[in-house]
């Protein structure tokens, strides 16, 4: 019988296209699925590349104040600011086909398995620069099926969606370094204290070798095979010739000067930075995360200078060995921009911020609103009402109140409101207040921007309901500001880690005060100052006079626990507290001075070398020379004279009749006298000279 076998010719065409078939079977199935994982990874879209970086705030000079880690510095920067020497580097020893690749070295991969194969064991990795970033990114670095698939997915996302130079950029910012260092500016800060930018070829190299095995490859822990490193990195970039073999070998040779320690920034003004990131919250609506790890450029209104003025004062005024506490808060009250803080005696003991959510008494500081308010209710400087010891009656003479003045000493007669303010008579301002009615002063404040809770009682025109330092800056910036309101800030702008500004602030004001009464006001608060206006007692600043170099308008006030001092020029304005946490009485009279001393301290060293400004009086305002004590129109006979400025058309038009004679050459005066001021202020006299002696 016959056996028909296939010609060897047929065999062969059969096991060709059985091969064709399984080929173009491949092919299909590897176009088929990279296809599909394209076209997963175009509709999952781009992933995000958020992570992790310090928080930086700077002053208002550009200088760093603080910086948040969270363990670990992190600091984004572009490419354009790492050196071209370290991208270089990080290619040629991670990922030599970079640019060329689609997220998976092929060539790599089979050349791995290979040489696992041989060896029997896992000698060498093909992960790419893109693979590591998604690992970086999203992924444990546990060597599991299910994190390699998941970091396949990730990777070809990253390419689908991103440029090389972004994933690139992503990379050099996330790879750790050891030591808490995540990316090359915190790893160059570390090693070598500088920049990425500035890094040369030799240092470039040594960081590059660091990602492989940051606790065996640093140099701070080795340094001997930190340079073994190195020497591999150098020649890998000879061989791909972005360097040449003489400048890999002059590189190896260079004296490295390793740092070995992230630079030192002290955290300046603390609770100036807690209050900043309560405005991030407050104005941006971020959460804590997003402010600590967000690798946001926070600039500030903090001058470190005024700050700086501000710490050496309180511990300088300090009384020695007192536990008293202090609180001051110093703003520019043309803009609201919050330029020094202080929150407390010690951030380390405490960083509870008193100087924005402590609630004090603010005493006689809240009679300025009061007299405001009576201004605009028919009052004038020259109001006169008796200075003598008084009970109160009223809730329809139910009820009783007998306020003391300081040390129980009264005028015994008539004061006028001027010298009142001056000399902060309480039974003056509890009679203003209760003919204005009661709930006029507390409505008067809460225009002026106070929202802490206030009592409509008696006792109120004497501060005994509760505010916050930073409140009663925000009141007294209207009288600075000329009634413009504006609000106390703490940030200027906010750049994101992409370099984006995303926040900047934006100057809004409104006219909530008439600029004439708000300069009456304002005027009648230099009194303090003055000595023209002494009586049965002191000014009350008359303890700062000496210090004082320039016109000041202020008022201070006390409680038994309580201690303030605010007070502006048009340019500064700084508001000051000091008392107990626990409310005790203040004792001696180097803890009742604290206050004072410590704000005439920092204003006078805060405006130290700056023009003198005066406070300039709008339209509608005219200065009259009076008698301070009757409040009439001063004669050539009166002892004291004192250029006071009302509203138009309120001022008074009769002559002091206790100094009987001849009025001046001009009724009102004030032109030729105010020119005899600025003619003293050219001669280089001193302000109080000019301004209260310029009849000697």
Known sequence: MEILTDPPGNKNKKIFRILLLVGAGFLLFSFLSYSGLFLYAKMAGPPPLAVPQSTVYYADDGTVIGETDSGGKRYWV???????????????????????????????????????????????????????????????????????????????????????????????????FGHGAYGVEAASRFYFGKKAKDLDLAEAAILAGIPKGPSLFSPVISFERAKKRQKLVLKKMAENEMISEEEAEEAFREELHIAGKHPVREKIAPYFQDAVQQELKRVMGLDERTIALGGLKVYTSLDPKMQKSAEENMAKTSPAGSGIQAALVAMDPQTGFVKAMIGGRDYAESSFNRAVKAIRQPGSTVKPFLYFAALEHG???????????????????????????????????????????????????????????????KEYMEKFGI???????????????????????????????????????????????????IYEYKKKTRQLLDPKTAFVMTHMMTGMFDPKLNGYAAVTGSSMLKKATRIYAGKSGSTNTDSWMIGFTPDLLAAVWTGYDDNRAIAGSREKAFAKNLWIGFMEDALKGKPLRSFQPPKGVTGVWIDPTT?????????????????????PTEFCAEHPHLPPDSEKGAEPRHREIEDGKKAGKPWYRRFFDWFD
């Open 631 to 651: 409040g009439l129109l001063a004669t050539d006979s009166c002892p004291v004279k004192r250029l006071t400025y009302y509203v138009e058309n309120t001022e």
């Open 379 to 441: 009052f004038t400087p020259s109001s006169t009402l008796r200075s003598e010891e008084t009970t109160f009656y009223y809730d329809e003479g139910r009820r009783q109140y007998a306020p003391k003045n300081f040390n129980g000493r009264y005028a015994e007669g008539n004061l006028t409101m001027a010298q009142a303010l001056a000399l902060s008579d309480n039974i003056y301002a509890v009679k203003t207040h209760l003919f204005l009615g009661m709930e006029t002063l």
């Open 451 to 501: 929202t802490s809770k206030q009592e409509a009682v008696p006792s109120l025109a004497l501060g005994t309901s509760g505010v916050s330092v930073i409140e009663m800056a925000k009141a007294y910036s209207l009288f600075a500001n000329g009634g413009t309101a504006v609000e106390p800030r703490f940030i200027q702008k906010v750049v994101g880690k992409d370099g984006q500004v």
């Open 78 to 176: 572009g490419l354009d600011e790492i050196s071209p020497y370290f991208k270089q580097a990080a290619i040629a020893v991670e990922d030599q086909r970079f640019y060329s690749h689609s997220g998976f070295d092929y060539k790599r991969i089979l050349a791995a398995i290979f040489a696992d194969l041989k060896a029997m064991a896992k000698v060498q990795g093909a992960s790419t620069i893109t693979q590591q970033y998604a690992r970086n990114l999203y992924l444990t670095h546990d060597k599991t099926w299910a994190r390699k698939i998941k970091e396949a997915l990730y990777t070809i996302r990253l390419e689908a969606n991103y440029g090389k130079d972004e994933i690139l950029e992503g990379y050099l910012n996330t790879i750790y």
